[in-house]
């Protein structure tokens, strides 16, 4: 039966824009590829979309284009120094075995991004 999500799960908790690369799918290796993608975070998913915020929103609008949906409940979030060159490098790994790198050259918006989700997943149900 249909559930209507209580409020605070459609919040937007925090959003802006940080270098991505997905380095798992479903467990399975993918080939790193950086670019900078929109991020949106809400109590229990991230979405990343693959353009700027003005884009995203015209595409959902117009094609019904979906970002791609990270579901956090059961996640895991460390700081991933030795899989990358680039500074400020952190891991989001879900349930499903996607993986995902998430960096910015500039510090304090990386600790408050991964702060933010890191105190999101701990909130969650593990399962
Ligand atoms: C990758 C690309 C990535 C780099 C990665 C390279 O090469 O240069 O930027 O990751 O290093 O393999 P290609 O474009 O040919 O796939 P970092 O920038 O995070 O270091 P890696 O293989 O050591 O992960």
């Known amino acids: 039966k249909d559930v209507i999500p209580p409020l605070e799960q459609l919040m937007v908790e925090k959003e802006g824009y940080l270098q991505k690369a997905k380095i798992a799918d479903g467990g399975k290796k ?3 590829n950086w670019s900078t993608s929109w991020i949106v975070l809400s109590s229990r998913k991230i979405e990343f979309y693959k353009e700027s915020k003005q884009q995203a929103l015209s595409n959902v609008v117009k094609t019904g284009n979906k970002p791609e949906s990270v579901d956090l409940c059961g996640a895991h979030i460390e700081w991933a120094k030795e899989k990358s060159s680039r500074k400020n490098v952190f891991q989001i790994t879900t349930l499903s075995g996607n993986e995902f790198l998430l960096q910015s050259d500039i510090d304090f918006i990386i600790l408050d ?15």
């Open 113 to 127: 991004w991964f702060h933010a989700i890191k105190n999101a997943i701990d909130r969650l149900p593990k399962d």
């Open 30 to 32: 993918l080939r790193k």
